[in-house]
T-cell receptor, first 115, second 111 residues
């Protein structure tokens, strides 16, 4: 019954590795997002997809590459991980893309630690 | 200056107290406004949307002042379970649709 799910919940890896985080929503929403929440708890949007199309790409290093195989899934692949990538990554989804009138539903987060 | 600013707190209040949080936003083109709640080590969840006329949901009242570009959240009769971080969220559709989260205000309600 989970609305937005992410795997894995915890990810500990070494610098230089490549890792992926998966996200799935079963709400029938058209728009999905990736957010990064750093140690200061500041939540910042990274990417947004609407119906598999990229609509927001904030200033994020190109080591981060989102992939949306269908509108229910938005995965995040990270190449050459760096210490500064350590954070909690949240996936979210919402009903609409314009105006942001609708609630965003968040996944439980993936706590990434780069050593 | 951040586009959405909140007092980080923490606010420490006794049970039963009334507490108010403010949030200011800098972009006058902002369209929609929300308060989210985030518990420790959990995901953010919508607490309430904020409408121009103000709105109330039980013990929670949200107000929007477009002229002064601020949003407020009032919590009456605080409960221990209200302890959390409250995030002010603003959306706009200028130069692309964006959702901007404030850094949050921490609330601790004590017995």
């Amino acid at each position: 019954d989970t609305a937005v799910s992410q795997t894995p919940k915890y990810l500990v890896t070494q610098m230089g590795n490549d890792k992926s985080i998966k996200c799935e929503q079963n709400l029938g929403h058209d728009t999905m997002y990736w957010y990064k929440q750093d140690s200061k708890k500041f939540l910042k949007i990274m990417f947004s997809y609407n119906n598999k199309e990229l609509i927001i790409n904030e200033t994020v290093p190109n080591r981060f590459s989102p992939k949306s195989p269908d509108k229910a899934h938005l995965n995040l692949h990270i190449n050459s991980l760096e210490l500064g990538d350590s954070a909690v990554y949240f996936c979210a989804s919402s009903q609409d893309r314009s105006g942001g009138q609708y609630e965003q539903y968040f996944g439980p987060g993936t706590r990434l630690t780069v050593t | 200056r951040k586009e959405v600013e909140q007092d980080p707190g923490p606010f420490n209040v006794p049970e039963g107290a009334t507490v108010a949080f403010n949030c200011t936003y800098s972009n006058s083109a902002s369209q929609s406004f929300f308060w989210y709640r985030q518990d420790c080590r959990k995901e953010p969840k919508l607490l309430m949307s904020v409408y121009s006329s103000g709105n109330e949901d039980g013990r929670f009242t949200a107000q929007l002042n477009r002229a002064s570009q601020y949003i407020s959240l009032l919590i009456r009769d605080s409960k221990l379970s209200d302890s959390a971080t409250y995030l002010c969220v603003v959306t706009r559709n200028t130069g692309g649709f964006k959702t901007i989260f404030g850094a949050g205000t921490r609330l601790f309600v004590k017995a």
